[in-house]
């Protein structure tokens, strides 16, 4: 029986708000769950994509098209923390060099909310990009974009992907500035660029990659190179399973604290060894 945590962003089974679970594994069933993993499988992708520039450009360049120019460099699992808001773990980030952002996210079934969470993460992404006193001038030129990877047609008219982005209601022109909404059909299977970077995401064997970068990266991670880095994911995955969960029953605690108001805030801080700035932060975040 493995031990199953709640991770964000995970692999194996997806609930119907969008989160995810991944298997805690043994080092005895590593080499199984290796032997049946993908690139669209999390931990896989994650490595795979890191640094990965040719990895990347061939993954996107069927999809974006000219929109592309040449990748220069690619994060996995990043992260916006919002301090009163919600935050956001990207599974990728991609910079090219005429300064657009892409956003590469691997979502399987896509959760019930998928355009609610596109539209989420490319607002958080843009937000990202001024810092405080900056002019929207920095933005000019620059397109930010999302790409989720789904595995159902999620309009089920048999496109390789969907392209979504602001016109005008009036004379249908472009509104020049923002990004692009990309819902990619990760069960199209055409004999065509789009088809072929599909079934090298999904493939589970090296030998049968179509494409070198997509070879490469699978064989490495594969091989004992590729085992060693993901046992370490896994514990880290770990860790930030049980973290998370602490944070969420302190979380709850506080504001059981708060709600029953036997305490003053002064009180909660003193008694509980608790920071009055966290307190505060909590009490707005409660709306009490």
Known sequence: MHERIIIPESVFSVAEDGSEYVTAVREMDLDEIIGRASLMTDFMYSLAFDNNSALA??????????????????????SHIGL??????YDTIVRDDRGNIFNIEMQRRGGKYLRERMWYYLSSLTKEELGKGENYGKLHGKTVS?????????????????????????NFSTFGAGGLYIIVNMSYDGDDECGRVIRDLRCTDYRKAYYREFREALEWL????????????????????RKEEREKLQNEYLKALIKSKRFTLSEISTNFNIPMDEILEAERNFCL
């Open 57 to 78: 450009e061939r993954t996107l360049r069927p999809f974006l098209g000219n929109l592309l120019g040449n990748v220069v460099s690619v994060r996995t699992q990043s």
């Open 146 to 170: 999302t790409l989720f990877f789904v595995e159902r047609d999620v309009f089920n008219k048999g496109k390789p992907f969907y392209t979504f982005s602001v016109r005008s209601d009036e």
């Open 222 to 241: 594969k091989g004992p190179g590729g085992k060693r880095k993901m046992c370490e994911t896994f514990e880290m995955l770990r860790a930030e399973g």
């Open 84 to 89: 009163r808001n919600r935050g956001v773990r």
